[in-house]
């Protein structure tokens, strides 16, 4: 079944310890990316990646790292979590030219920061 | 700067109703604009989608969009409302080559 996998799905941290949260397609996608969804904010987008080795920026960036190592994972990086990272995150992906086409969301990532 | 507005947080109606859920834009050069809908514990899914051509753009479940390029707008359809329908629906618009911007979401309820 073609997918977008994300792991943890729920996850409570305090400030300051480092989280990874994972994700990966299994849709040979080029383009994937990480938002993070807030009520009444929609979602911004944090990273995205064209491909391998290739990642850029994107709304809210401040306090994120990425990495694109293989085609098929993206894992969004917290070094030092605060509260005011708490919220839902969504990995997405598509083909290349993520703009034109529609993108896969995976089912979300759920991160409480104490 | 792309934008997109999603006018109204909550929309109810009675289900076997039309249903219309709202969406302006603002964006330089032709539009690619997109809906979603996110059901309760879970990620995205795409509708549908307007590139280029008809105006009026199937996607999924029965829903339809019509891309009204005078009006800026692109409001999602659907004849008949189902219990099932109900969920949170995002417009998106092509920002850049590389990214869209989301609207903030609209609630749809539909009413037994």
């Known amino acids: 079944e073609a997918q977008v996998t994300q792991n943890p799905r729920y996850l409570i941290t305090v400030t300051g310890k480092k989280l990874t949260v994972t994700c990966s397609q299994n849709?040979?996608?080029?383009?994937m990316s990480w938002y993070r969804q807030d009520p009444g904010l929609g979602l911004r987008q944090i990273y995205y990646?064209?491909?391998?080795?290739?990642?850029d920026k994107g709304d809210v960036p401040e306090g994120y790292k990425v990495s694109r190592k293989e085609k098929r994972n993206f894992p969004l990086i917290l070094e030092s979590p605060s509260p005011n990272q708490t919220s839902l995150y969504f990995c997405?992906?598509?083909?290349?030219?993520?703009?034109?086409?529609?993108?896969?969301f995976g089912p979300g990532t759920r991160l409480t920061v104490l | 700067a792309q934008s997109v507005a999603q006018p109204e947080d909550q929309v109810n109606v009675a289900e076997g109703n039309p249903l219309t859920v709202k969406c302006t834009y603002s964006?330089?050069?032709?539009?690619?604009l997109f809906w979603y809908v996110q059901y309760p514990n879970r990620g995205l899914q795409f509708l549908l989608k307007?590139?280029?051509?008809?105006?009026l753009v199937k996607g999924s479940y029965g829903f339809e969009a019509e891309f009204n390029k005078s009006q800026t707008s692109f409001h999602l359809k659907k004849p008949s409302a189902l219990v099932s329908d109900s969920a949170l629906y995002f417009c998106?618009?092509?920002?850049?080559?590389?990214?869209?911007?989301f609207g903030s979401g609209t609630q749809l309820t539909v009413l037994p």
């Open positions: 997405a992906s598509s083909l290349s030219q993520g703009a034109r086409n529609e993108q896969f």
């Open positions: 849709m040979n996608h080029e383009y």
């Open positions: 990646s064209m491909n391998v080795e290739v990642t």
């Open positions: 964006v330089s050069g032709n539009p690619y």
């Open positions: 307007y590139i280029t051509g008809d105006n």
């Open positions: 998106a618009v092509r920002r850049s080559a590389r990214q869209l911007t």
